[in-house]
């Protein structure tokens, strides 16, 4: 089991630097919109990954708040978004 906890934090720790570069060389601000709630997607994932290893359920509620805040800024944010030249 640890072996497969271990391989999920490798490809977590993958997406992440790959959605950091899309976040940071954006074209639009929509891009980086996606990037964002993807790296916030990848976070509550790593979470539910070290939540599983340490056999801690007190994360689960950080989780659902990390998910909560994430929907509520791309709903917020793609609401009011300027569009780009």
């Known amino acids: 089991m640890t072996v ?18 899309r976040l940071l060389d954006g074209p639009s601000t929509l891009d980086r919109l996606v990037a964002m709630d993807t790296i916030l997607a990848v976070s509550m994932c790593g979470l539910g990954v070290w939540a599983v290893y340490s056999r801690d359920t007190t994360l689960v509620p950080a989780i659902v708040a990390l998910s909560l805040v994430s ?7 793609a609401r009011f978004r300027v569009r780009d030249e």
Do not use: D, N
Request: charged share 0%; glycine share 12%; net charge neutral.
């Open 4 to 21: 497969v906890l271990a391989i999920a934090g490798i490809l977590l720790l993958g997406a992440a630097i790959l959605t950091a570069y």
């Open 71 to 77: 929907f509520v800024g791309s709903v917020s944010i």
